[in-house]
């Protein structure tokens, strides 16, 4: 039996590239940078996020705390994606990654909430390579941050108003109703 562990810990991870096009809102996309295993095997990568109000800078990676759990409501940091090495390198890897798609990513035990970002907030996106020193304890290297701030309002098509729908609805349905009404008096009249 051969086991492959670190030397050292990973490399640091590069920073995720914003994907030019829409304000991000309740989602942004960007690409997920390699991650390097010439230091040794490496076990699993995580997409790591920080949520903050506006203006609030991003956190260094020396602030991400090791044990960064799920998304759960109200948390500032959580684990929006966890993969293996192998998954990560073959499949997301220099792909677009959709933050906030509401996705769950399941490593077995445990499910990762891809959580929709918050308009108005700022977020800090960090990608963490986690491997296994020689004593078995892991070791992790966190890359810089990429910045994300999301817009105050939901985008809408150019001349169009949210609140078109909820005064548009309740006018339909009244029309139906009058419309239905007035049928059934013209045939209770005609018999």
């Known amino acids: 039996v051969i086991i492959w562990t670190l030397t050292s810990p990973p490399r640091t991870p590069a920073t995720p590239s914003l994907v030019a096009g829409e304000e991000p809102t309740t989602t942004a996309v960007f690409v997920l940078p390699t991650v390097d295993d010439s230091n040794g ?26 044990n960064v759990a799920p998304y759960m409501e109200g948390t500032v940091w959580y684990v929006a994606a966890r993969y293996s090495y192998t998954q990560y390198e073959a499949a997301v890897a220099g792909s677009q990654f959709t933050l906030g798609n509401g996705l769950v990513v399941s490593t077995g035990r445990v499910a990762y909430i891809n959580a929709p970002l918050q308009p ?26 990429l910045r994300i701030v999301t817009s105050e309002q939901t985008s809408t098509a150019p001349g169009h108003s949210e609140s078109a729908g909820v005064i548009i609805g309740p006018v339909i349905a009244s029309v139906i109703c009058l419309l239905t009404i007035i049928a059934h008096i013209m045939i209770w009249r005609h018999h």
């Not at 095997?41 to 090791?66: C, E, N, T």
């Open 41 to 66: 095997l490496i076990r699993y990568v995580d997409i790591i996020v920080h949520r903050a109000a506006l203006g609030v800078s991003s956190p260094p990676p020396s602030a991400v705390p090791s």
């Open 120 to 145: 108005g907030h700022s977020f800090s996106v960090y990608v963490r390579a986690v491997g296994v020193d020689d004593n078995g304890e892991e070791v992790a290297s966190t890359g810089e941050p």
